[in-house]
Nanobody, 118 residues
């Protein structure tokens, strides 16, 4: 069993910054891939920022250059620093982990709301 707990999020004005974090616990010794996926009502959840255990990052085009994902392998945490936020970034942000490279199985957190509005 894997438990993911997100923190952070909230309300921020356009152009502002916000950070969200996620901590993983449970029966996992290591985690291959960690990531963040925003979701708005009526749309699918989509990974926009990922980081491997080796530190390789990948970003969706909409957030490239504005968002930065980091992780602490020892603490099994992942964070997302979001800068120059736009109203279209408003979503529930879900943390996810994929423990093994050899398996596509992924675990999800409960999500944290990020609202960008003036």
């Amino acid at each position: 069993q894997v438990l993911l707990v997100e923190s952070g999020g909230g309300l921020v004005q356009p152009g502002g910054s916000l950070s969200v974090s996620c901590s993983a616990s449970g029966s996992i010794a290591s985690i291959y891939l960690m990531g963040w996926s925003p979701q708005v009502p009526g749309k699918q959840r989509e990974l926009v920022a990922t980081v491997t255990s080796g530190g390789t990052t990948d970003y969706g085009a909409a957030v490239e250059g504005r968002f930065t994902v980091t992780r602490d392998n020892r603490k099994k945490t992942i964070s997302l620093q979001m800068n120059d936020l736009k109203p279209e970034d408003t979503a529930v942000y879900y943390c996810s982990v994929r423990p093994r490279f050899s398996s596509p199985r992924r675990y999800w957190g409960q999500g944290t709301q990020v609202t960008v509005s003036s």
